[in-house]
């Protein structure tokens, strides 16, 4: 009888350390997840201020060609 309890004992501690683990790489992956998502909108908004810039560069050679 007492290793049946024994055996259900360490079946029960195997399954929360499994259950902990998944958790850590849950909040784990979504972390990830969250960094991927800040660096998208990240990018997304530098692509306007590029754009910008290339007009400015337009512009100054305009204006340095002597037809501005």
């Given at each position: 009888?007492?290793?049946?309890?024994?055996?259900?004992?360490?079946?029960?501690?195997?399954?929360?350390?499994?259950?902990?683990?998944?958790?850590?790489?849950?909040?784990?992956?979504?972390?990830?997840?969250?960094?991927?998502?800040?660096?998208?909108?990240?990018?997304?908004?530098?692509?306007?201020e590029l754009a910008e810039?290339?007009?400015?560069?337009?512009?100054?050679?305009?204006?340095?060609?002597?037809?501005?």
């Open positions: 009888m007492t290793d049946v309890f024994m055996l259900l004992g360490l079946a029960t501690i195997g399954l929360l350390a499994l259950t902990l683990a998944a958790a850590a790489g849950l909040k784990a992956w979504l972390g990830w997840l969250e960094l991927r998502r800040v660096r998208i909108e990240q990018a997304e908004q530098g692509r306007p810039l290339k007009a400015r560069v337009r512009r100054l050679e305009v204006i340095a060609d002597g037809r501005g």
